[in-house]
């Protein structure tokens, strides 16, 4: 059974910091692109970040503008996100995703497994 467990949520205040991680047993994600989505109320899931299998290619939405990194360790089967200058706007539930597909990716529906989210309050 398949399961992505994601952490680090939280509560910040503008400009603050979190790192998200997400935990995944039941596959390898060394064999599968690994990204973020983040969905806020009444909104859709957005891109925020993907990163391939070696950890090379890492792509992030617009909206991102240098303020997270993504990276992912094998040895712990894991793929953080690292936020910081975090903004009101950045208000979420935070979705780690799995995707057995090559190249860079921002369809929702493009990725095989998904975690059960975690929500970031960012407060002004």
């Known amino acids: 059974q398949v399961q992505l467990v994601e952490s680090g949520g939280g509560w910040v205040q503008t400009g603050g910091s979190l790192r998200l991680s997400c935990s995944v047993s039941?596959?390898?994600?060394?064999?599968?692109?690994m990204g973020w989505f983040r969905q806020a109320p009444g909104k859709e899931r957005e891109f925020v970040a993907d990163?391939?299998?070696?950890?090379?290619?890492?792509y992030y939405g617009d909206f991102v503008k240098g303020r997270f990194t993504i990276s992912r360790d094998h040895a712990k089967n894991l793929v953080d996100l690292q936020m910081n200058s975090l903004k009101p706007d950045d208000t979420a539930v935070y979705y780690c995703?799995?995707?057995?597909?090559?190249?860079?990716?921002?369809?929702?529906?493009?990725?095989?497994?998904w975690g059960q989210g975690t929500q970031v309050t960012v407060s002004s």
């Open positions: 039941g596959l390898t994600i060394e064999n599968y692109r």
């Open positions: 995703g799995a995707a057995n597909v090559y190249g860079h990716i921002k369809r929702v529906s493009s990725y095989d497994y």
């Open positions: 990163i391939d299998w070696r950890g090379t290619f890492k």
